[in-house]
């Protein structure tokens, strides 16, 4: 995990950790879309008792990164220091065909890199700070969800209530 990006995420809360549980009404919203646990959860914060309801998951020391996320569907709350890695990954098994639809959880920032690597997917802008896992207050941050799949419409029936959706119009 990047020194600085971890700093400079967890400035103004003074934790020093990005690896927070969903919150609940994110998580409830992601088992009714996907009628059940997901597939996969590549960042799982336990194996045993999972935030996210699912069949399969990796840990922390499984490294999600060091995988294919063969899956119909995928949740993912990503470490937040680094999105730059998480993001583009993400989209790269999606775009290969590993994962049939995918919902990630991310901090809404549409000046970087990786943000601009899945701009073109309907995402969510939610429209109040969420609180994260076992935390005191909300997020320092605005949260969104991205969705990589066939079925938005769904998407924005689950979620829409969260915040507007927002689709890239193609040039």
């Known amino acids: 995990m990047p020194a600085a990006s971890l700093a400079a995420l ?34 799982s914060n336990d194996r045993d008792n999972p935030n996210i309801p699912c069949i399969r998951c990796f840990t922390e020391e499984d490294d999600g990164l ?33 994962a049939e639809e995918m919902i990630l959880l991310i901090k809404l920032d549409i000046s970087t890199k990786w943000f601009r690597s899945i701009a073109d997917r309907p995402w969510i802008a939610i429209s109040k700070r969420l609180k994260f896992g076992d935390s005191k207050g909300a997020a320092p941050f605005q949260s969104a969800l991205i969705y990589l799949g066939k079925n938005p419409g769904r998407f924005q029936a689950i979620f829409g209530d969260l915040g507007p959706m927002y689709v890239a119009i193609a040039p």
Request: glycine residues 6%; proline residues 7%.
């Open 10 to 43: 967890t400035a103004s809360t003074g934790n020093k950790t990005d690896c927070w549980n969903s919150p609940r009404e994110i998580v409830d919203k992601v088992v009714e879309f996907f009628g059940g646990p997901v597939e996969l959860d590549p960042c």
């Open 66 to 98: 060091a995988h294919q996320w063969n899956a119909n569907s995928v949740f993912v709350n990503h470490p937040y220091s680094d999105s730059k890695h998480w993001i583009p990954y993400a989209r790269r098994q999606f775009d290969e065909g590993n």
